[in-house]
């Protein structure tokens, strides 16, 4: 897959639907400032701003309060957005379009709505030919009642906080061996990794403290909305957690990535993932 790709950026003079001329910096501020307070009051941050702006998802000629942009996010996106599901639906729409090789056949070819869910389904094919099983967290917890081997599987990777409770950790897949029904590696899948990474580094310190999880793979899976990992000549303070604290953090994007021997683009998991899995074996 090529990575060679020249990031998403909204320039001062770029060109809004229905705008016969470039836009001024000034108009672009102001517009600009109307989509970060609606996306505020949706509970998103302003990572979508320039996206959504170099698209031109929004048309700013009959947009000019949050209800009217609200309008056209949800005529673009559908309902979705306003539970949750803006960032996953901004992501969709550009991994479509730029993904190449057999990584954009996959990602096209799934057909799941959330990003954990089509991250899952890209991966259960090579999954099922090294013998192992995966399920979502989030059907480990929205039962009562769990088949045996799924109840196992949990029980597995429950943290014991003592009289208090006991808790799963916050991950999103769980990868397990279907014959001793142990849980082999957990991954976080983010689309935005802003404000998320110390949580994730927190589950990750926890379950090497507890026998029970000590030897349980900790992988991230991102496409790295905000540019947390973008390596500058300074290394961020993000960038340097996923470095120490993970076992391996893997990018979807096809904007240029500085890898190393823990960052790398997301072509490489299943590769990383078999070593890491062969050692523990």
């Known amino acids: 897959m090529k990575n060679d790709t020249k ?21 672009l501020s102001g517009r600009k400032n109307i989509l970060t307070d609606t996306l505020y009051e949706m509970g998103y941050d302003d990572t979508l701003v320039d996206i959504l702006i170099e698209r ?33 639906a901004v992501v969709f729409e550009g991994l479509e379009a730029s993904l190449t090789g057999e990584i954009g056949n996959s990602w096209r070819a799934s057909e799941r709505d959330t ?4 991250i899952l389904d890209m991966l259960m094919p090579s999954l099922k030919k090294l013998g192992l ?7 480990l917890v929205k039962s009562a009642t769990l088949s ?5 599987v949990k029980r597995h990777l429950t943290i014991d906080y003592g009289e208090s409770e006991s808790i799963l950790p916050y991950i999103d897949i769980v990868i397990y061996n279907p014959e001793n029904w142990r849980v082999v590696a957990v991954i976080s899948c983010k689309v935005n990794l802003r404000n998320r990474i110390i949580d994730m580094a927190y589950w990750r ?15 991230l899976i ?8 973008k390596n500058t000549d300074v290394l961020q303070k ?24 823990k960052v790398k683009l997301f072509e490489h998991f299943i590769e990383d993932f078999k070593k890491a899995i062969d050692e523990n074996r």
């Open 238 to 261: 993000g960038r340097a957690i996923v470095e120490t604290d993970l076992d391996g953090t893997y990018v979807l994007t096809t904007e240029y990535l500085e890898e190393s021997d």
């Open 133 to 139: 099983k995966a399920v979502l967290r989030y059907d």
């Open 56 to 88: 031109n998802v929004i048309d700013f000629d009959s947009s000019s309060y949050t209800s009217h942009i609200m309008y056209d996010l949800e005529e673009h996106y559908g309902e979705s957005i306003f539970c949750g599901g803006l960032e996953d």
């Open 222 to 229: 991102t496409t790295d909305l905000d540019g947390t990992l």
């Open 148 to 152: 045996e081997e799924l109840e196992s």
């Open 7 to 27: 990031p998403i950026k909204a320039a001062p003079t770029a060109t809004i639907k229905g705008s016969p001329t470039p836009i001024s910096p000034g108009e």
């Open 115 to 118: 990003f954990q869910e089509r």
């Open 205 to 219: 310190l926890k379950m090497q403290t507890v026998e029970n999880t000590a030897a349980i793979k900790f992988f």
